[in-house]
């Protein structure tokens, strides 16, 4: 099916797609992923680009329904470049002259303590994205890197959990994103843990009920172990059937091992639980929101 019939469709179906940017604004996720740095210092050059090249729509009413693309949180039309969010993934922004992805804080408005499960959620989609338009075409010497790795060991993988060709088709980019959305969410919730043991409640920053004010941010868990191995992956998800990379142990450790260092070649982030609690220590804002938890 050509892309010009695929979104013709899709408008039946309520894809209707928020611009993909503004000609006097940002994109609809700079908001969200400037959030992420300021929340745990997560930063992704390729994922800002990656979205503006992309646009938003909330799920129809056949999928709402369950009748087309099952009931899942969020999908990414590669076909039409858009992300399919719920609405409370997202917020109408008059400043932006538009609907944009909500900030962290914005998240925890609608979805309380799950703000970091939708925050990961979020980036794995715009993974989605990122790997359309650099990672599948190969467009830097890391990204050729990955594919032979991918290309070589995913079809091993599938042949081993029996997948359909339908299955198989879709499988490199959802180990991808799931990669990346347990990288991200491991960072996010050491982060949330750390504000919780220094008396702060991890999305607000305010006074949380502790017997004892800490005067410091305070890790109850220290751990040197990299984020990229925390994030060494087991299972993907793929139309309708969880895939155990196990199943090609071989072509699971190389695959993690690829993603790991592409990882690292294309975002930046702390390298472990130690080295967060030292930049967070060096955070103004959170130094004034545990001082003025003494006082209180």
């Not at 695929?6 to 969200?32: C, K, Q, R, W, Y």
């Amino acid at each position: 099916m050509s892309r010009s019939v695929f979104f013709a469709v899709s408008l039946i179906l309520g894809f209707v797609a928020a611009p993909a940017a503004n000609a006097m604004t940002l994109h609809h996720s700079e908001d969200f992923l400037a959030s992420l740095h300021r929340q745990s210092r997560i930063q992704a050059p390729r994922l800002h680009m990656a979205a503006g090249k992309t646009r938003i729509a909330h799920p129809s009413v056949l999928q709402d329904l369950g009748i087309i693309g099952g009931t899942a949180s969020a999908m990414y039309n590669s076909f039409t470049n858009t992300l399919v969010l719920q609405p409370e993934m997202t917020i109408f922004d008059e400043a932006f002259s538009g609907v944009r992805l909500r900030t962290m804080p914005e998240l925890h408005q609608t979805s309380g303590s799950y703000s970091s499960t939708n925050a990961g959620i979020l980036f794995h989609e715009l993974s989605h994205a990122e790997w359309d338009f650099y990672v599948e075409e190969k467009v830097e010497t890391y990204d050729r890197e990955l594919m032979k790795v991918m290309d070589l060991e995913v079809p091993k993988i599938a042949r081993a959990a029996k997948l359909s060709s339908l299955q198989t088709f879709p499988l490199a980019s959802e180990i991808f994103a799931y990669y990346r959305e347990d990288l991200i969410s491991a960072i996010l919730n050491d982060t949330n843990e750390i504000k919780l043991a220094s008396g702060l409640h991890p999305d607000t920053n305010a006074c949380s009920k502790v017997t004892k004010r800490p005067e410091v941010l305070r890790n109850f868990s220290p751990s040197s172990l990299s984020y990229t191995d925390r994030a060494f992956l087991r299972f993907a998800y793929v139309n309708g059937k969880d895939v155990d990379l196990e199943l090609a142990p071989e072509s699971q450790k190389l695959i993690n091992e690829a993603l790991a260092k592409h990882a690292r070649a294309t975002l930046r982030f702390p390298e472990n639980r130690i080295e967060l609690l030292a930049i967070l220590s060096q955070d103004r804002r959170l130094q004034a929101a545990v001082t003025a938890c003494l006082s209180n």
